[in-house]
Structure formats: C-alpha cells, structure tokens
C-alpha cells in the first residue's frame, strides 16, 4: 500500500510539473476539440499527431496523447447533448436522453452531470490502473509465448463478441487483419513476404497508414455521401449548470455503476469505450424502475454511459502498459508513439521507466480535472466550433492527415497506402463489414505469430501445449465458450428466420 | 416467395440458387479473391521445416482461414435473405484519392515509368502539395463555394507550414525544386 502511495506520489510530481502539465492541458483541449467535431475521430487524430510527438521528451508526449484520448470521451458528449450529433462512437448512447433533457431545457444539468460522472470515474480508474499495474505486472513476468499467444486470441474473440453486427463477418475481418500483418519480412529468416516485388512493402504495412485510411479517409469519403444533416443546434445561452440535489441523487448509482462496467470492460482486450457506454446503457434502462423514461429525458441515461466511457478509456492502459498487449486501436497507436520513443511496452516499463508509467497514470487524474474546467464554462466556444461547415473542415483533415503520414517516414508511398486503405475502408462499410476488428488484428498479428512461432518451437511442434499449460488452457477455454455464446444465438435465429418462411 | 422470385428473375434457369443477400455475397467472395491472391503471392515462400514454421506458414494458415470464413459467409448470401447492394459513389471518393495521391506525388516528386517511358513529376514542395490538395478535395463535396474555399485553403496551408515546418522543425521543402 505505502509502495503503491509512493509511486503516485512519484507519479504526481512528474505529472504535476509545469511543462508536463502544459501538454496535458494541450492533450485534454485537442481531444475535446476532437471531440466535439463529428466526422473526426480518436483513431485519425492520434495518428496524425504521431509526428508532432517526435521532438518531445517520451513523458510529455505520451501524456499529451492519453489526454486526447480522454478528454474525446468528454468532448463527445457535449455535442451529443446540445446537437443530437455523436463527436465519438462513445457518445451515441448519451444522445438519446442527453438531447432530449436538452429540448426539455434542461441541457446544463445534462452537461454537468456528464462532467461529474466523467470526473468520477476517470478518479476511480486512475486509482485502479495504478493498483493493477504491479500485481499484474508480475502475472506478465510468468507469461511464456503460449499464453501470450492465448491471451492475444482472447483479446481477437472478445473484439468479434463485442463487435456490432454478425460475428462471422467479424471473424473475417479478424483474420483479413491477421494475413494484412504478415505482409513485410520474415521476423525469423528476413524472406520478404507477399510484398509483389515493391520495396516499399518490405517493412509491411504500416499501422498508422492502415488506421489513418480506414478511420479517417474511409469517414470522410462515407460522409461526403449523406444528405445535409440537420443540426439543430439548442440556440440560447445555456442555463442553470449546477444540477439539482434530485438530480445528483438519481444519477449517483449509475454513475458509480457506469464506473465498474467501464473499468472491467476498459482491461479487457478487446472491449474499451464504444462497448462500455452502450453496456452501461443498457444496464441503467434495465435496472430502471420505469424504463419508459429512458430515451425521453432520463438522466440515468446520460450519468451511466458517460462515467463508463471515461472509465474504459483509461482502463484500457492497463493491458498495454502491463502486458504490452494494446486491446484497441487507439492503444495501438500509444505503441507505435512508444516504440518511436525507444520504448518497448509491457511489464518493463514500470520497472524500467517508472517515471514514465507512473507519470502517465497522474497524468490522468490532472487531465480529468482539466477537462471538468475546460468542459463546463467553455461549451459555449465549443458549440460554436460546431457551426464550422463540413466543406471546410473536411479537405483539412484530408491535409492533415497526408501531411502527418509522411512526415512519420518522410515516405510518399506511405501516403498512397492509406489512400488503398480509405477506399477498403469505404468497400467494408458498404459491405457491412467492422473495420475495428481488422485493425486490432493487424496489430496484434505480428505478436501473435511470433509467439505461436516460439510456443511451436519449444514444444517441438505439439500444438496440445496451448491447453496443457494451465494459464494458457484457460484463455483458450474462455475463448472458446466465448465464441460458441456468441455464435449460438446466431444459429438459433437463422433457424426461426427459416421457420417464419416456411410458414408463409 | 414464389412470387418474389418471379419479380427477380436474376436467379432463374441457369444458377439455381438465387442471390439472396447480396452483401454477404459479394462481400464473402471479394474475402475469398483476397485470401487466393495472398496464397499467389506467398506461393514462393518456404513452408515448415520439420516443427519451426517458415516465413510462408503463418500466411497460408491465415489465408486458408480467410477462404473457410469467407465461402461461409458468400454461402449465407445465397441462403438467407439479406440487404441490397449499397450504391456506390464514384465522384467523392474519386476526387479524395486524387487529391491524396497529388499530394502523394508533389510533395517530394516522384518518378515512374508508365508502359517503359520514364515519367517525372516534380517537388512541388509543402506549400503548393497542401494547397492543391485542399482545392482537389474541395471538389468532392456537393456543394461548392470557391471563395471560400479559396481563402480555407490558403489559410489552412500557412496554419501547415507554421505548425510543420516551423514549430515541429519537420524537414519539408517548402518551395518548389525543379
């Protein structure tokens, strides 16, 4: 316990210095920017601002980064409330009783009440990355290839399980990412793999083209396509911010609710904000006394789904910073900003770099205090950012993201990868097919086949050492009854699809 | 339902199965086509060497996967009713991968040959890259103001060049060399 105290106060006194918390203000003002702004997602923007990670100290730029991250989940609420247009995928939930609380006039306490459930659970999860980041730091230390072969398909089920959609396309995608990986050199004989003779596939493909096509270019490309949206935005100067006592009183257990389903759904590979919210959500309308106030003004609805975003948000470190295992996309970037730092994740870090592991974690509890200043008396700046029109805003990111991909290798090529992957992106789309669980995939690939290559080495070709081992015959098992759950009500509603016909 | 398959007579005499969901479908061949072209491509890889995998296992493995999964999913579209096929728009996603791709080729220059005749294309530098490509993507919205535009662009192209090239010290060519 006292160690633990130690090393947040080691952590809050790198966090807490000034330059340090200049970029965590920087970091908490971009994702509330990001936020706020439909059509530009976490994914892209942590990808285009890669580069500008470059010149800074590790620290400081992996701080910055995280704020991003958090401080989307706070900005995308305020849009959902005040326009009834998503800024994230993590806030369509809160549209649904957020705006109406807002048509009712009550769009103050809808905010604040998204900032104070946010607050609270970015605390909690602060406290809770920073009291699993030993323990499991050493459950890593016993960790051999077969388990982290294990884990990682743990981590690829439970994206497919919790993905939107049918869970077979899913898996397609799963494994597309998964042959997409292994594109580049060998890692063992340096053979050049499926690169069709271009030099500049040798490296494989990279994560940032891949993420910056499919998450940025794609949405663009699928918005220029729908009609004028109507953004009725709730003019007038917003009233009354402080919540009233009924109202802290209703949303006190859905916030603390929010919390734990966000924490545990934030570690677990494969889940993370988007599943999180609409899980609290869920939950909250089933838990409710009289569900029917649910999508017409129901502040349960908003304290839930905000608290559990926030939470997942920050939960998802632990999994990257203890196991060096990214459970989503945006965790796959944190990577590929370490790796450019000279830092390999996983359970060395804390050890290795404490300054580091423990800096980022303060640094969270700062940036979730910044972001309640920034959020509550400045959402009149950031509604009015809203009214910028989409034929502006879109050529820039456009620009912005060419210019962030080349700059990360000075390489032209890089560029036109993502342009191939915009348009794969905008085919999936159009083909209903997820593009989140391909890019987990892609990332996780290359960890997966080497450890599967060292598992199969040291077990001399006997593939039974993924069950014997006992950690890791537990992962496939829970993979496993995972898979078969999830594809079980799948079969037996193909079978009443095909009863209802048969009946006509 | 025979009333339906009359309606469409996509289906018919010579396939005996009509397209029932399209999506799924096209979407599980197009899977399929891809998983084949990678078993072409890493065709000259070397397989397993006793129990070690070569470079060429974990891409056959995954690919033959891709086929498993993808016939499975092209099957369903035959045997369960699905969505339409979406349409698709040509004009907007066009003109982003042009404007991409500009910016692609102009940023640095570029050379390739088309057909064994040698073509170059020459560094325009950050500043008119950028700039071209706003005005290409500005082309692929609906609705198109060019003052505006003209002035967005601009602006956004100097917000690049302060941020990039003089705040972040990246190493740009500003101007262009011929």
């Known amino acids: ?504 | 339902m025979a009333e339906d398959a009359q309606s469409r007579p996509t289906g018919g005499g010579i396939f005996p199965l009509r397209i029932r969901g399209p999506r799924e479908f096209y979407g599980g061949l197009a899977l399929v086509a891809v998983a084949l072209f990678a078993l072409w491509a890493a065709s000259d890889l070397a397989g397993m060497r006793g129990f070690s995998f070569g470079p060429g296992t974990t891409p056959r493995l995954f690919a033959g996967l891709l086929i498993v999964v993808g016939a499975g999913i092209a099957i369903s579209g035959l045997l369960v009713d699905g969505p339409p096929l979406e349409s698709y728009a040509l004009r907007g996603p066009a003109l982003v991968v042009c404007a991409i791709v500009v910016f692609a080729v102009t940023i640095r220059g570029f050379r390739f040959s088309f057909f064994g005749l040698p073509v170059r294309i020459p560094e325009l530098g950050l500043i008119v890259a950028t700039f071209l490509a706003y005005m290409i993507s500005v082309l692929a919205a609906r609705e198109i103001r060019w003052v505006e535009s003209l002035i967005a662009g601009a602006v956004m192209t100097a917000f690049c060049v302060v941020l990039f090239r003089y705040l972040l010290q990246l190493p740009f060519p500003l101007w262009p060399a011929f």
């Not at chain 1, 257990?253 to 869920?282: C, E, K, M, Q």
Request: proline fraction near 6%; glycine fraction near 12%; charge should be neutral.
């Open chain 1, 1 to 504: 316990m006292s160690d633990l105290l130690s090393n947040l106060w080691l952590g809050f006194s790198i966090a807490g210095h000034p330059i340090n918390l200049g970029f965590c203000l920087l970091g908490a003002l971009v994702g509330t920017l990001v936020g706020v702004l439909p059509g530009v997602g976490t994914v892209a923007t942590i990808a285009m601002l890669l580069p500008i990670t470059f010149g800074l100290d590790p620290v400081g730029a992996l701080i910055m980064l995280a704020g991003i991250y958090y401080g989307a989940q706070y900005g995308g609420s305020t849009t959902s409330i005040l326009v009834n247009i998503p800024g994230e995928a993590t806030s369509v939930v809160t549209c649904l009783d957020g705006h109406e609380m807002a048509k009712q006039g009550r769009a103050g306490a809808a905010l604040a009440i998204a900032a104070i459930g946010s607050f609270f659970a970015g605390c909690v999860a602060t406290v809770l990355v920073a009291a699993l980041g030993q323990p499991l730091t050493r459950v890593a230390l016993e960790f051999g290839p077969a388990e982290y072969f294990a884990l990682m398909l743990l981590g690829l089920i439970f994206a497919v399980v919790l993905a939107k959609g049918s869970v077979v396309k899913s898996i397609a995608m799963v494994v597309t990412g998964l042959l997409l990986s292994t594109v580049g050199s060998d890692l063992d004989t340096g053979a050049g793999r499926m690169t069709l003779g271009l030099p500049e596939l040798l490296d494989g493909i990279g994560f940032t083209n891949v993420a910056m096509g499919l998450f940025g270019f794609a949405e663009i490309i699928r918005n220029l396509e729908a009609t004028g949206s109507n953004r009725e935005i709730i003019e007038g100067k917003i009233k009354g911010l402080m919540p009233t006592r009924q109202d802290l009183k209703d949303s006190s257990w859905p916030i603390a609710r929010g919390t734990v389903l966000g924490s545990i759904l934030g570690i677990l590979p494969g889940g993370g904000a988007v599943v999180a919210s609409f899980a609290s959500y869920t939950m909250e309308k089933r838990l409710a006394k009289d569900p029917k106030r649910f999508g017409r003004g129901a502040i349960e609805g908003v304290a839930g789904p905000e608290s559990a975003n926030n939470a997942a948000a920050q939960t998802s470190f632990i999994p990257l910073l203890t196991l060096g295992i990214p459970p989503n996309a945006v965790m796959a970037l944190m990577v590929g900003a370490m790796t450019i730092h000279g830092i390999v994740p996983g359970p060395q870090v804390m050890t290795k770099q404490p300054d580091l592991f423990w800096g980022m974690i303060a640094s969270m509890w700062f940036g979730n205090l910044m972001l309640i200043i920034i959020n509550l008396p400045m959402v009149g700046i950031w509604v009015r950012l809203l009214r910028v029109p989409y034929r502006i805003l879109f050529p820039s990111i456009i620009v912005f993201c060419c210019i962030g991909i080349y700059s990360i290798d000075n390489s032209p090529s890089d560029v036109m990868i993502a342009a191939i992957f915009g348009v794969l992106g905008y085919w999936l789309v159009k083909h209903d097919f997820e593009p989140a669980p391909l890019v987990l995939a892609f990332v996780l690939g290359p960890l997966m086949e080497d450890n599967l290559r060292r598992a199969m080495l040291i077990a001399r070709g006997d593939t039974s050492i993924f069950i014997t081992r006992p950690i890791s015959g537990v992962l496939i098992f829970i993979s496993v009854a995972m898979l078969v759950l999830a594809l079980l009500p799948m079969i037996r509603k193909r079978r009443d699809e095909v009863f209802v016909e048969s009946e006509n």
